[in-house]
Nanobody, 130 residues
């Protein structure tokens, strides 16, 4: 069973930066993070879970419109860690951030939707103040 643990959340002023990490474990012998597509989602109170970014097993990235140009997703396959570098943070970025893993190898028509991921972490809170 793949386990995902997010860290790096906190409170930051608008315009500031944070880097989130997602430590992964529980792979089968033949699996590594390099076989997984990984993603970051966020959910603010009263809102639906929103896709933030996704990185394929080959390193191809896509971003939600609201974070393009400000956030960068990356992964270290040797350390099995996923990252989300967040710059120019805005109050609207305040949410619980979740990492997710997809080991199906499928090509999805809507790859930034929650249903395309199999495994989820418990989240880390990001709060952006004015």
């Amino acid at each position: 069973e793949v386990q995902l643990v997010e860290s790096g959340g906190g409170q930051v002023q608008a315009g500031g930066s944070l880097t989130l990490s997602c430590t992964t474990s529980g792979y089968n012998f033949y699996d590594t993070l390099g076989w997984f597509s990984m993603g970051w989602f966020r959910q603010a109170p009263g809102k639906e879970r929103e896709g933030v970014a996704r990185i394929s097993d080959g390193g191809v990235t896509i971003y939600g419109d609201s974070v393009k140009g400000r956030f960068t997703i990356s992964k270290d396959n040797t350390k099995n860690i996923l990252y989300l570098q967040m710059n120019s943070l805005e109050q609207e970025d305040t949410a619980m951030y979740y990492c997710a893993a997809d080991n199906t190898g499928r090509t999805w028509s809507n790859p930034l939707t929650p249903g395309t991921f199999t495994y989820w972490g418990h989240g880390t809170q990001v709060t952006v103040s004015s």
